[in-house]
């Protein structure tokens, strides 16, 4: 299982989930299996966002699906502020 790890500042929360839920479709195709939505206790504009992935293939093509045609675009990303920072990972070895 691999992980995708997303996070940034947002202007505003409800305007970004309404993007994020746009998007659900591209997801599930992307082989999103679990997505989790955190936010800092003491941070309303900051977001963090976790999918998984059966592989680190896909997690990887999604990061680029979003990079380059989700993060690119403010039309696609209305409440995104800043520039998003993602990583993929895997569990560490016991």
Known sequence: MSTLR???????FHTW??????FAA?????GVLVERITQPVDDP?????DLEFATVAAAQR???FLETQVWSNPANSPALAGTPRSRVT?????
């Open 6 to 12: 997303i996070e940034h500042a947002i202007s505003d």
């Open 90 to 94: 895997e569990m560490a070895p016991a």
């Open 62 to 64: 999604f990061q680029q």
């Open 45 to 49: 504009h900051y977001v963090f966002i």
């Open 17 to 22: 989930h309404e993007a994020f839920g746009r």
């Open 26 to 30: 591209q997801r599930k195709e992307g």
